[in-house]
């Protein structure tokens, strides 16, 4: 399958669950990533999920991490739409926050964490193949951000879908997932 189609059927098949499995199926991730033996975190990269596209609440595996990780800082993305580039910002407590143009939430301010310095990155998605490539919504602003990461950052993905077999259309500028959580497997790439 090419990316387009994965895209087209996995984003469909996404806003068509109930909200009741919906939960059902976040809460059964939550439960797959608590398995999960990772490293020491300073800082992670995560994201502010669009609940109109029905997007895993990954604010959960936050508190998740947190528990565990006395003193984690967690960034989101600030896209700078005009170059393709993202940068990842410190959400500060009280902050301040600002739909972009792709309707996704972002800090407006804050401390600026280098690429370099990142060590998780929950990368959002809608599906994914047995390699751990990813598809997400097509712009690749994760993909450049990644290439710019150390290698051994874990980036991890969250799917409520299975692996599709092998998507198609991958090039030297896709960067595979270390980890997918899925509510019924945790796939390690």
Same mark, same amino acid.
């Given at each position: 399958?090419?990316?387009?189609?994965? =895209?087209?059927?996995?984003?469909?098949?996404?806003?068509?669950?109930?909200?009741?499995?919906?939960?059902?199926?976040?809460?059964?991730?939550?439960?797959?990533?608590?398995?999960?033996?990772?490293?020491?975190?300073?800082?992670?990269?995560?994201? $502010?999920?669009?609940?109109? =596209?029905?997007?895993?609440?990954?604010?959960?595996?936050?508190?998740?991490?947190?528990?565990?990780? %006395?003193?984690?800082?967690?960034?989101? %993305? =600030?896209?700078?739409?005009?170059?393709?580039?993202?940068?990842?910002?410190?959400?500060?407590? /009280?902050?301040? $926050?600002?739909?972009?143009?792709?309707?996704?939430?972002? %800090?407006?301010? /804050?401390?600026?964490?280098?690429?370099?310095?990142?060590?998780?990155?929950?990368?959002?998605?809608?599906?994914?193949?047995? @390699?751990?490539? @990813?598809?997400?919504?097509?712009?690749?602003?994760?993909?450049?951000?990644?290439?710019?990461? @150390?290698?051994?950052?874990?980036?991890? /993905? $969250?799917?409520? $879908?299975?692996?599709? /077999?092998?998507?198609?259309?991958?090039?030297?500028?896709?960067? %595979?997932?270390?980890?997918?959580?899925?509510?019924?497997?945790?796939?390690?790439?």
């Amino acid at each position: 399958m090419i990316k387009n189609t994965v =895209r087209k059927e996995y984003l469909q098949r996404r806003m068509e669950m109930q909200e009741e499995e919906l939960q059902q199926q976040i809460a059964l991730m939550a439960f797959n990533f608590r398995k999960l033996v990772l490293p020491k975190v300073k800082y992670l990269l995560s994201y $502010f999920p669009l609940v109109n =596209r029905r997007e895993f609440d990954v604010t959960v595996c936050e508190d998740i991490l947190k528990q565990s990780n %006395p003193g984690l800082q967690v960034a989101w %993305p =600030r896209l700078e739409v005009d170059s393709s580039d993202m940068e990842a910002c410190l959400v500060e407590k /009280g902050g301040l $926050f600002l739909k972009n143009k792709f309707n996704v939430l972002e %800090p407006i301010s /804050g401390v600026i964490v280098p690429p370099e310095k990142i060590e998780m990155i929950f990368v959002p998605l809608v599906a994914f193949d047995s @390699r751990g490539y @990813r598809v997400g919504y097509g712009k690749g602003y994760y993909d450049r951000y990644l290439a710019r990461c @150390r290698p051994e950052a874990t980036k991890i /993905g $969250f799917s409520f $879908f299975e692996a599709v /077999g092998e998507i198609e259309d991958i090039n030297e500028f896709d960067v %595979p997932l270390s980890f997918c959580i899925t509510p019924y497997r945790i796939y390690e790439f």
